[in-house]
């Protein structure tokens, strides 16, 4: 199995920045893509920006320009730093991977517990 760990989370002021991390663990033969998802409350769960075991990169429109996505395969390890924060951006933030567990086994989606993001004055 492959476990995620997210860190990063709090409360920030309109205009501040926040930095997210999560950290994959287990027994992992491959990790494929890694991404960031959020949650607003009442809504449904929404792509933030993910990458690619290649390193492209795909953001949400509404983040482009002020969230970039950076991941360390050596350390199994995706950051995603948030500038020029929202109110709206206020949800709480989950990572994903994408992970083969064995050589021939099923690529499966994996997530983290979420992290908070709230953005207020």
């Known amino acids: 199995q492959v476990q995620l760990v997210e860190s990063g989370g709090g409360l920030v002021q309109p205009g501040g920045s926040l930095r997210l991390s999560c950290a994959a663990s287990g027994s992992i033969f491959s990790i494929h893509d890694m991404g960031w998802y959020r949650q607003a409350p009442g809504k449904g769960r929404e792509l933030v920006a993910y990458?690619?075991?290649?390193?492209?990169?795909i953001y949400v429109d509404s983040v482009k320009g002020r969230f970039t996505i950076s991941r360390d395969n050596a350390k199994n390890t995706i950051d995603l730093q948030m500038n020029s924060l929202k109110p709206k951006d206020t949800a709480v933030y989950f990572c994903?991977?994408?992970?083969?567990?064995?050589?021939?086994?099923?690529?499966?989606?994996?997530w983290g517990q979420g992290t908070q993001v709230t953005v207020s004055s």
């Open positions: 994903n991977v994408v992970a083969r567990v064995r050589l021939g086994g099923p690529a499966l989606d994996y």
């Open positions: 990458v690619t075991s290649g390193g492209s990169t």
